[in-house]
């Protein structure tokens, strides 16, 4: 049996050990999580949903296979938490929304049935900002996720729930979806490792569309080595989804490990002066990337000044480009094939009406409503079209940075996690994730680090490494050895 | 895109199929504005002779090979459905204006 405080420190890779060694089982493991969440879900309120018998079945099957020697991979019996918005074979998914309420997936996503083929045990489903739209949790329709480090804040968005998970050690690691920095907000904000891969890298297939230019399901964990573990499983390119990438994975953990010990000489680190003069950056945060940059410098890397020149129009372009896709992508959600149907409606239309009327909350409804009007008639060119041309822009300065430099070092958000209703104008929200847009408009990958404590709020401050399209194995090498050398080694709330 | 252009919130939500209240509407209309508002500030830039990007990603489309597979069946398929005719037709309301129909 593991006790309370060795969960607490427990990560995939050490859960593996444990399994591998005997040690546990993973009905054992299982039932500690289990109880780990029924002991602090209440509070942190990272779960829509927890089916506490599909669980130990799970676990049952997989300690029958190792008994047999038959496990399929070092992390069979390992439990993994599921973002609502991530299909689950006969499981709900509601996107946090009140429109699919009563949905229950018919088919597993790809990324699932990855996992599943590996033996790893889905653990619930983690709470979101409505249909991905948000930056702090809020926006779900059912509840509100804290933040595991003070209860008052936010987990930041939209995958709250599951950095929220992770950082109350009610699971070893989940996944998550990042459309323009729910990934890696969330795992900052949480103080975990939160992976955005490479546009194309991991199959979209069962993933509820919000913005399928930019959405790209990833990994969150206390540790690189974790994220990369799990990129190597569910990345790789899949035939139900146009838009993957054909290139392999598997060798994602490798390279980290064989860059464990290792130091940064001969790596270019290229640091954004447009991101650092941005006025909202607090000094907490400041003071933490300052620190993060010697800790660079003094393994070896060298730090050089680029120029990112088009980040002020970043956010613009992303709620055009992101509205638009949203405005189109949920049209489907039309009442007739699933979904809560209002008593009242009369005819076709009057349901189409009423059910996305009630159904959507404010924020889908708000950037519904934006994006309908800028593909319409007589503003298309006027907005999306001159999004589209800027974001070539925004992709242009992120491939020219990466002439002269290897991996971009940046923030991860301009301030820890704030308290809940702090933000509560549209638009100061939307403003909060300017450092991590830009990354899904360049399709690049990045990843979000925890790299110290704001002294002003005692909350986790994260940082970020972007590299350029496929340099996950570079980029995942470089923050395994930040990892390694930076001054708080492990981050673990108090809860 | 130009500074005298004004969003009617109430004609857009028609285009989008969306019931509002009135109250909504107003919020709606206030929040627009000032978004609108600050997505002007790419009016600065000069983007003649820029190629849009649609996609980040350098695909292009391919055909697969013509094989057969299992989709998820038809009962699996219509669990989620509201309402169910025969077990097999999905029950709408009426489509087309006039008397109703049973």
């Known amino acids: 049996m593991i006790t309370p405080d060795a969960l607490k420190k427990l990560d995939l890779a050490s859960a593996s050990e444990l399994l591998e060694k005997r040690e546990i089982s993973s009905v054992g493991l299982c039932e500690a999580y289990l109880a780990r969440t029924n002991e602090v879900d209440g509070n942190v309120k990272a779960f829509l ?17 190792r008994l047999e020697g038959k496990e399929l991979s070092p992390y069979d019996g390992i439990p993994i938490a599921i973002k609502d918005c991530i299909s689950v074979s006969g499981q709900p998914c509601t996107c946090a929304s009140k429109i699919l309420e009563n949905f229950k997936s018919p088919y597993d996503s790809t990324v699932v049935k990855r996992l599943k083929e590996k033996g790893l045990v889905i653990f619930g489903r983690t709470n979101m900002d409505e249909f991905a739209m948000g930056s702090s949790c809020e926006n779900s329709a059912y509840m509100k996720t804290a933040n595991p480090w003070d209860l008052s804040r936010v987990p930041g968005g939209s995958s709250g729930g599951s950095a929220a998970s992770v950082a109350a050690s009610e699971v070893p690691v989940s996944l998550g979806s990042d459309t323009g920095g729910s990934i890696r907000q969330p795992a900052a904000f949480c103080g975990v490792t939160g992976l955005k891969p490479t546009y194309g890298r991991v199959s979209r297939y069962g993933l509820v569309a919000f913005a399928s230019s930019l959405d790209q399901i990833g990994p969150i964990g206390h540790s690189v080595l974790d994220t990369a573990a799990i990129l190597d499983i569910i990345g790789g ?9 054909p290139e392999e994975s598997g060798t994602f953990a490798d390279a980290v490990r064989k860059s464990s010990g290792g130091n940064l000489k001969g790596v270019k680190i290229g640091i954004p002066k447009e991101y650092f003069n941005i006025d909202a950056i607090e000094p907490g945060v400041k003071a933490v990337m300052e620190e993060s940059v010697n800790i660079l410098q003094a393994l070896g890397a060298e730090t050089i000044e680029i120029s990112l020149p088009h980040t002020e129009y970043a956010i613009a372009v992303y709620y055009i480009i992101a509205t638009a896709e949203a405005s189109a992508n949920l049209a489907r959600f039309d009442g007739i094939r699933y979904g809560v149907r209002p008593s009242d409606a ?16 404010k924020e889908v409804k708000r950037r519904i409503i934006l994006g309908t009007y800028v593909l319409s008639s007589g503003y298309y060119d006027a907005y999306y079209l001159r999004g589209q041309k800027v974001r070539t822009l925004i992709r242009n300065d992120f491939m020219n940075a990466f002439q002269k430099c290897d991996i971009i070092f940046a923030p991860a958000t301009p301030s820890a996690a704030f308290k809940f209703g702090e933000k509560s104008d549209p638009l100061q929200m939307y403003l909060a994730d300017i450092f991590t847009i830009a990354v899904n408009l360049a399709g690049t990958c990045a990843i979000s680090l925890p790299a110290g404590i704001d002294k002003a709020t005692s909350m986790p401050v994260g940082m970020q490494f972007i590299a350029p399209p496929l340099g996950e194995h570079k980029m995942l090498s470089v923050s395994k050895i930040f990892e390694e050398n930076r001054g708080i080694k492990a981050f673990i709330p108090s809860l | 895109m130009s500074g ?19 109250e909504e509407k107003v919020k709606l209309q206030e929040d627009m504005e000032e978004i609108l508002g600050y997505i002007e500030l790419l009016e600065k830039l000069d983007v003649k002779d ?3 990007t649609a996609h980040a990603a350098p695909l292009r489309n391919i055909w697969r090979e013509d094989k057969a597979g299992t989709p998820p069946g038809k009962d699996i398929m219509l669990e989620n459905a509201p309402g169910l005719i025969d077990d097999e037709l999905i029950k709408v309301p009426q489509v087309l204006p006039g008397e109703g129909m049973s």
């Open chain 1, 49 to 65: 949903n927890i089916d506490r018998e599909n669980i130990l079945s799970q676990a049952a099957e997989s300690d029958k296979r």
């Open chain 1, 237 to 245: 390119h899949d035939p139900l989804d146009s838009t993957s990438l």
């Open chain 1, 346 to 361: 009369s005819d076709l239309n009057s349901l189409y009406f009423k059910m996305r009327g009630h159904g959507f909350g």
């Open chain 2, 4 to 22: 005298n252009t004004k969003i009617d919130v109430s004609y857009v939500a028609e285009l989008a199929r969306l019931e509002l209240a009135p």
């Open chain 2, 50 to 52: 820029i190629v849009p």
